[in-house]
């Protein structure tokens, strides 16, 4: 049976906030796309409980339990406890949490291009060498080690991190951006 595309309306505004984003950051929590994914589909739809999780994916409950309190942890995912007059056992009903999980993704975006720009600073404001072997030092490294490598005894040698640089520069994000 064909399962059914799942469009979902996030119920908050960020620009990251979208399926692919928030899919791609269940993966880094799980390691597990196929999986996370699915579980992601139904906590997109609705308030739903793990045993309907587990019955509509076809995946075995303790393994849907498991993901759960992976973004129930980070705060992905909350849940409502609600306990069974008649059988006196909780249940408990999950929900996605879209203003949370827009601010790990902005967190993470951010930090991501912190990165960038503090890699591609050090490269641009230094002058790097390197060895036969590729150890690879700034010049005041270089300069310490009298332009012999310390690792392998061979002489170091200018070069030049032109490509390096155009390269950082070209990086982008691996988060889609809404416009």
Request: aromatic share 16%.
């Amino acid at each position: 049976m064909a399962r059914k595309k799942v469009k979902y309306t996030f119920d908050y505004d960020s620009k990251f906030l979208n399926e692919h984003n928030v899919k791609k950051l269940a993966y880094e929590l799980t390691h597990d796309a196929d999986t996370s994914k699915k579980i992601l589909d139904c906590l997109f739809t609705a308030e739903v409980t793990d045993e309907q999780i587990a019955e509509a994916t076809g995946i075995k409950l303790n393994f849907v339990r498991k993901i759960l309190y992976k973004f129930y942890d980070v705060g992905m995912a909350n849940y409502t406890r609600k306990k069974d007059p008649e059988t006196q056992w909780f249940t408990y009903y999950w929900r996605f949490d879209s203003r949370k999980a827009a601010q790990i993704l902005e967190k993470q975006y951010n930090h991501h291009n912190k990165e960038i720009k503090e890699s591609l600073e050090f490269e641009e404001n230094n002058m790097f060498f390197v060895c036969p072997n590729g150890c690879r030092y700034p010049f005041d490294e270089a300069t310490d080690f009298q332009f012999i490598c310390p690792r392998c005894n061979e002489k170091l040698e200018f070069k030049d991190n032109t490509d390096i640089i155009n390269d950082l520069k070209k990086l982008e994000s691996s988060y889609t951006v809404n416009e």
